[in-house]
Nanobody, 118 residues
Framework: QVQLVESGGGLVQAGGSLRLSCATS????????MGWYRQAPGNQRELVAI???????NYADSVKGRFTISRVNAKNTMYLQMDSLKPEDTAVYYC????????????WGQGTQVTVSS
């Protein structure tokens, strides 16, 4: 059973930085893509950033230039470096991994709260 465990959330002032981590059980190579999503109260869950197993990245327009997604295969861990944080970045952040077997399987972490104060 795949487990994704997030860490690194917290409270930070606007303009500050946080780094989120997502540790996977087992090899990270099994996943086609890994990504970060977020959900603020009253909003739908939205994609923040995604990285493929070949290292190709993509970002939501709202975070381009401020957030950086990366993965360290040897540690089976994915990261999200968040700089120049804004109050509108406040949300629960979820780690996601997609695996292809005979179809796409989605795995989710439990979520970590990020709160940015103004």
């Amino acid at each position: 059973q795949v487990q994704l465990v997030e860490s690194g959330g917290g409270l930070v002032q606007a303009g500050g930085s946080l780094r989120l981590s997502c540790a996977t059980s087992g090899s990270i190579f099994r996943f086609l893509t890994m990504g970060w999503y977020r959900q603020a109260p009253g909003n739908q869950r939205e994609l923040v950033a995604i990285i493929s197993n070949t290292g190709v990245t993509n970002y939501a327009d709202s975070v381009k230039g401020r957030f950086t997604i990366s993965r360290v295969n040897a540690k089976n861990t994915m990261y999200l470096q968040m700089d120049s944080l804004k109050p509108e970045d406040t949300a629960v952040y979820y780690c996601n991994a997609k695996e292809y077997v005979t179809s796409i399987r989605d795995y989710w972490g439990q979520g970590t709260q990020v709160t940015v104060s103004s």
